[in-house]
């Protein structure tokens, strides 16, 4: 009876909206996966999401996929209740419910993990502090490269970010426009922690962008390490392959998709190198979806994000007045 127990399944349940996945998302999804043996996660739909929150940019079949896309994720749901109930843990037979230590609430400020918490059923992971989809919805809008450089050498515009982030001069803890610092542990913990084996592909993140990348290098190589294809990232790439890459990493094919390949600032191909070898590769992705056309739909709905966001974070100042309220009494 003693060794059945021991050998019973940890079920853990993870749920939310997983919209414009990023290493924070991943990382609340790491730290989930460690409290048990088998991660579900639950995603909410289009019109769960547009009912409580607004609009999501990314439309529920994307959401989906990048969550697949996560290499602690075992199972995926689709269009999750948005209030976790304990039927749902029970469904699909899940021992507790984990959650960011941020507020999540309804359209009508309930709390939406008050019957999971009531039973006993939540615990509570640590959030990731400097990036959330707001935080990423807000660095679009403002097109600024703020998010690049440390706070004593330039703060984010607070006029500008003020609409998009904030909405007032009080500030939500878990909501607003910051910038992220990365350390060596954090990623370690994202890095599977293994050897390459001979055989393994290594992946390398290119170093590329417009003029103003929406995240900078270490929270790109962050959001890399997450997904479940990749083995490992080379940090600050050059954005050529060049011949002394490919004999150092043993390359044997170098792949691109099906987005436009801009030249190197010599007006040189990057991919010169591997072309020469006969080791270069197109590869349709399945997906049309770029950078750029994201952030076509986040300035064609300037207006509707910028409400959703203060209504966002005029919802959890309430609420922090209240938590602040009962514990002063």
């Avoid at 607003?176 to 542990?185: A, C, E, I, K, Y």
């Avoid at 080791?279 to 409400?307: A, N, P, V, W």
Wanted: aromatic letters at 6%; one cysteine or more; proline letters at 4%.
């Amino acid at each position: 009876m003693a060794s059945e127990k021991k050998q019973k399944q940890v079920r853990v349940w993870v749920d939310g909206c997983f919209d414009m996945v990023h290493f924070g998302h991943a990382n609340a999804i790491r730290q989930a996966r460690q409290m048990g043996d088998y991660l579900i996660v639950g995603v909410h739909s289009d019109e769960e999401i547009s009912k409580h929150k607004g609009p999501p940019v990314y439309n529920e079949q994307e959401r989906y996929k990048m969550v697949r896309a996560i290499k602690w994720v075992d199972e995926v749901v689709e269009d999750a209740p948005y209030v976790t109930t304990l039927e749902t843990l029970e469904k699909y037979n899940c021992d507790f419910c984990v959650h960011g230590d941020d507020i999540t609430v309804t359209a009508d400020g309930t709390d939406t993990y008050h019957l999971v918490k009531a039973a006993g059923k939540y615990k509570e992971c640590k959030r990731t502090a400097g990036v959330s989809t707001t935080d990423l919805v807000g660095r679009m809008l403002l097109v600024t490269k703020s998010h690049h450089e440390r706070d004593e050498e330039k703060a984010v515009d607070k006029n500008q970010a003020g609409d998009i982030g904030s909405g007032s001069t009080a500030s939500s803890p878990w909501t607003g426009v910051s910038q992220f610092l990365p350390t060596s542990n954090k990623i370690i913990q994202f890095s599977s922690g293994k050897e390459p084996k001979p055989g393994d592909k290594i992946a390398v993140n290119r170093y590329k962008g417009s003029n103003y990348p929406i995240m900078n290098l270490h929270e790109r190589t962050l959001s890399v390490l997450a997904c479940r294809y990749v083995s490992e990232v080379v940090i600050g790439a050059p954005y050529a392959v060049t011949a002394d890459l490919m004999d150092h990493f043993k390359v044997d094919v170098v792949c691109h998709g099906q987005t436009p390949i801009m030249p190197d600032v010599d007006g040189a191909d990057p991919y010169a190198e591997p072309k020469k070898r006969n080791k270069f590769k197109l590869l349709d992705s399945g997906c049309e979806l770029t950078t750029q056309m994201i952030i076509e739909r986040i300035i064609s709905h300037r207006l509707t994000y910028e409400s959703r966001n203060k209504k966002k974070q005029d919802k959890e100042l309430k609420i922090l007045a209240m938590l602040e309220r009962e514990n002063s009494g």
